[in-house]
């Protein structure tokens, strides 16, 4: 159904983004928190649940990270032992690519054949980082080994204000088997906006055609989960950023900011003819703000009329 | 063609807004001003011309004016003398309805029978001006006398921010004949977004259908101007402010903007099946800002594709 979708290049993909657990936890406490969080999701009408693969991105930058960085589960070994028999949800797992050589990249992609699989592929947090395959790599073993597998890639709305050729990565990555795109979390409309206007420009002129673009949003609980967000590299333009950090309810306000931005980004995609999706992402570790991931997701249900 | 265009609800109407020419100017004064503004228009392909009805509204604020009143033409007059032969376009004319009594007001409309004619009535600018007819009586004369004048209303997003209420607004004045409306020029996106997803949420709910909403935006060419549109009571987001009175260039940066949120706007309408159009505004008397607004004016016809 999602593979059908992405196929399709349809609009309206829905996904919900989590981390695995922590790789200290007991067997028993990977159970229950799996339990809580497959009563979570379990009623929600999604079209894939996202496992990040989490690295330690400090090579990339020398300002101090500010949460601590721990080992997460393997998002595939949480999904195939923890989620996967009592949660009826396609998974998209995240692979930094980076983090395996060769040998055990090709045989994961090989213990994958025969059943639709969906992954996205993530470069290195910065060239600095010791890596042992690269994206190339990966893209032509992908190709080699399990042509098969449903892979996406990674967007990031910033990098095009900055840059203006994000949409021109977007379209090379096509080339090399990309079928869909996850953004990185955006707060940036402006910056979205136009990378989809260049995004359209460049398929009409190359008669490409355009693949889904899954914009992420996340709510932000309190001023040190902005930091670590804008740690990690998201675009808060600074008028929303002091908005923010002046708000007597930053949960609240960081919901319905990230609800209007999606809103009109869809609408957007929609009136000029580009497929848009939303990835509802909770990376926090707060109940406040996995609730508010929860109620942020029925909104998008109601802005897709799904 | 204009009438039919707003009678059968399309989105996609464009307009170029001006002010008439001072009343102080002598006839071959207002001749050769009339001349360039003909010039200047004669190859643009809009739906229509509107011509405001100035009236001093310094009742409305202790706030010193920062360009100072002067009378200009009646609209009407600068319209049918200097305009009406050599250029093929409809004029769509504000009317500011306070300024007049009963008598000339129904003798206006009673003049205006037998032929296409668009109107925008405005109520006064405070509850201090000193009218003579009220919008309540401006409505209902219209309906008596010449009930085929194609009427628009005015319509501020800026307040919808404040009240939001402007669609409720709005939907009182189709009730009172209101066939499209023209918004105030617009830097507040998300203000003006809350107001279509407030308009079409009603729409559905009371079963009522959907009038063109044609927003306004303008090229800002100084500070002063800015300052300008700051008195009329345009809500300028203070980031914007700080953005525009910074920029090295703030004329080539406002027209930027402006584009920007004019082409999410009309596009989230697209999408969202609420039609909206534009009104291209040159309030200024300077050269760099007129040519700014037609430059404009080119943008928007390429991103409505006409």
């Known amino acids: 159904m999602l593979k059908d979708k992405i196929r399709n290049k349809e609009g309206g993909i829905l996904f919900y983004g989590i981390t695995p657990p922590k790789a200290k936890n007991t067997k028993e406490e990977l159970e229950a928190i799996a339990k809580k969080q497959i009563d979570r999701l379990k009623d929600l009408d999604i079209d894939g649940l996202v496992l990040y693969d989490i690295q330690d991105e400090s090579d990339r930058t020398d300002v101090k990270r500010p949460f601590p960085y721990m080992e997460t589960l393997d998002p595939c070994v949480y999904a195939k032992q923890y989620l996967d028999a009592p949660l009826h949800v396609p998974v998209v797992i995240y692979r930094a690519v980076g983090k395996y050589d060769k040998e055990e990249f090709s045989e994961w992609l090989e213990n994958r054949k025969g059943r639709d699989f969906h992954t996205v592929f993530v470069g290195a947090a910065s060239k600095e980082t010791k890596v042992t395959i690269g994206m190339r790599e990966a893209y032509k073993l992908k190709k080699e ?6 892979l996406g890639g990674i967007m990031i709305p910033e990098r095009h204000t900055l840059k203006q050729d994000e949409h021109l990565k977007v379209f090379s990555k ?33 008669n490409k055609p355009l693949v889904p673009i899954i914009f992420t949003i996340t709510p932000c609980g309190s001023s040190k989960t902005l ?22 309810n930053i949960l ?30 909770s990376v ?16 998008i249900q109601k802005i897709m009329d799904r």
């Open 252 to 281: 609240e306000d960081s919901v319905k900011l990230s609800r209007d931005i999606f809103e009109i980004l869809y609408f957007y995609g929609k009136g000029k003819g580009i497929p848009i999706g939303c990835n509802v992402e």
């Open 284 to 299: 926090a570790i707060r109940k406040d703000e996995i609730d508010a991931s929860i109620e942020l997701l029925h909104d």
């Open 227 to 248: 930091d670590f967000m804008k740690w990690l590299g998201i675009n808060i333009p600074p008028h929303l950023e002091e908005r923010l950090k002046n708000s007597e």
């Open 145 to 150: 080994i399990n042509d098969d597998i449903v």
């Open 174 to 206: 096509i080339d090399n088997g990309c079928e869909f795109f996850v953004s990185q979390c955006v707060y940036d409309l402006m910056g979205a906006k136009r990378f989809l206007d260049d995004y359209l420009a460049y398929s009409k002129e190359h």
